[in-house]
Nanobody, 114 residues
């Protein structure tokens, strides 16, 4: 199983970014997907998740600003981020839970300037 995250970058506060995570090596529709982030000195935290059935969950800190979605045809999960704040600055990782195992991508850097 391989995950390739992309879409990070530098954006001003209030701006938007869309992260993508392309998945290969598994039956995409069978995997629960999630985005995590880790800022320097902090532990990795769950940002958003989407189940195989399409149910989503968002961290309180991003509700109303971020949206997670998945496209089975493209084998890709997305994190649409708007209203970005400096405290959203972190490396963002995608994770898939497949057959009771977790697989992680390498992460993509998101930097929000004030």
């Amino acid at each position: 199983v391989q995950l390739q995250a992309s879409g990070g970058g530098l954006v001003q506060a209030g701006g938007s970014l869309r992260l993508s995570c392309a998945v290969s090596g598994m039956v995409f529709s069978f995997g629960d997907m999630a985005w995590y982030r880790q800022a320097p000195g902090d532990e990795r935290e769950l940002v958003a998740s989407v189940t195989t059935g399409g149910s989503t969950n968002l961290a309180d800190s991003v509700k109303g600003r971020f949206t997670i979605s998945r496209d089975s045809a493209k084998r890709t999960v997305y994190l649409q981020m708007s209203g970005l704040k400096p405290e959203d600055t972190a490396i963002y990782y995608c994770r898939v839970r497949y057959r009771n195992m977790d697989y992680w991508g390498k992460g993509t850097q998101v930097t929000v300037s004030s």
